[in-house]
């Protein structure tokens, strides 16, 4: 089961870009990484997914290196609103979020 | 958008009662989760169903028990509630497991 690490917190200030990283050093074959955004009395929402290279949405870019032992959620241009717990998943026969990022965006 | 619905919202209650927390979803997902999250921690896993008459536990040991009857309903059962369950449960479904979709919660506050 891969067990994945996630800085506890991180502050930033609106319009900077924020990158978030999160460690699985046992990720299987088959699984898959998974950001998710949550916001306070919320259920987390899906914000990206990928295997590995980059892959870019509409409001997030996620980087995974060749070993896959890690992966990168890029937020360009943050604002208040992005103001919340990001949670990296790693999943595939078995599946476990990691601890959250508590990510706060300061005027 | 995702169509997956918890009820009740809020529910308090007293110690030895019996409670059941409803989880409906309407995407014909047959992966569904229960997670339990207490204010400011992370989520863990109690419950799974891979489809009807499937369940099975997940890595943070429960007293409840859940149902798989129908695919769009996943009821989570505490036959006697304590304040130690006192937390905020969420229900998931998705297709694929590395793709959930999550309701909006229930948060229990046993007295």
């Known amino acids: 089961l891969a067990k994945t690490t996630q800085p506890i917190s991180m502050d930033s200030y609106e319009g900077q870009e924020v990158n978030i990283t999160c460690s699985h050093n046992n990720i299987a074959t088959n699984d898959y990484i998974t950001w998710y955004q949550q916001f306070p009395s919320q259920g987390p929402r899906f914000i990206i997914q990928g295997y590995k290279t980059k892959v870019t949405n509409e409001v997030a870019s996620l980087f995974i290196p060749a070993d896959r032992k890690s992966s990168t959620l890029s937020l360009p241009r943050v604002s208040l609103s992005d103001t919340a717990v990001y949670y990296c998943?790693?999943?595939?026969?078995?599946?476990?979020f990691g601890p959250g990022t508590r990510l706060s965006v300061l005027p | 958008e995702a169509d997956i619905y918890q009820t009740p919202r809020y529910l308090v209650i007293g110690t030895g009662k019996k409670i059941t927390l409803e989880c409906s979803q309407t995407?014909?997902?047959?992966?569904m989760y229960w997670y339990q999250q207490d204010p400011g921690m992370e989520l863990h896993l109690i419950h799974y169903s891979y489809g009807v008459n499937s369940t099975e536990k997940g890595d943070l040991s429960s007293e409840s028990t859940v149902s798989r009857i129908r695919t769009e309903h996943f009821p989570l059962t505490l036959e006697s509630a304590r304040p130690s369950h006192t937390s905020q449960y969420l229900c998931?479904?998705?297709?694929?497991?590395?793709?959930?979709?999550f309701g909006p919660g229930t948060r229990l506050t046993v007295t």
């Open positions: 995407m014909g997902h047959d992966k």
């Open positions: 998931a479904s998705s297709e694929y497991t590395y793709e959930q979709y």
């Open positions: 998943l790693v999943a595939g026969q078995n599946f476990v």
